[in-house]
Nanobody
Framework: QVQLVESGGGLVQPGGSHRLSCTAS????????ITWFRQAPRKEREGVSC???????YIADSVKGRFTISRDNGKNTVYLEMNNVTPEDAAVYYC???????????????????WGQGTQVTVSS
């Protein structure tokens, strides 16, 4: 059973930094590409970033230069580092996998079968 769990959401000040984590119990993330999506109120779900099992990465244009994705296989965790956060980054962030080993772009959410429950990021001063 693939169960992904996001954590690290919370309140971030504009211009601030924050890190989200995605982990799994009884499932090893190492061999799979993991993707971060986000969904803001009244907006479509958006693919933000992906990291392949070979650590290759993809960053969406909307967050390029501000967000980075990484993985720590020893901790069975994928991270999304958010820097210079803006109000437009406020959303529920989800990690997901299609059990492929590489990132496939564009990041279409309908391709993904396994999702975490999401973690809320609020941006406010």
């Amino acid at each position: 059973q693939v169960q992904l769990v996001e954590s690290g959401g919370g309140l971030v000040q504009p211009g601030g930094s924050h890190r989200l984590s995605c982990t799994a119990s009884e499932f090893t993330l190492d061999n799979y590409a993991i993707t971060w999506f986000r969904q803001a109120p009244r907006k479509e779900r958006e693919g933000v970033s992906c990291i392949g099992s070979d650590a290759s990465t993809y960053i969406a244009d909307s967050v390029k230069g501000r967000f980075t994705i990484s993985r720590d296989n020893g901790k069975n965790t994928v991270y999304l580092e958010m820097n210079n956060v803006t109000p437009e980054d406020a959303a529920v962030y989800y990690c997901a996998t299609d059990l492929g080993w590489q990132c496939v772009t564009p990041l279409d959410d309908y391709e993904y079968d396994y999702w975490g429950q999401g973690t809320q990021v609020t941006v406010s001063s």
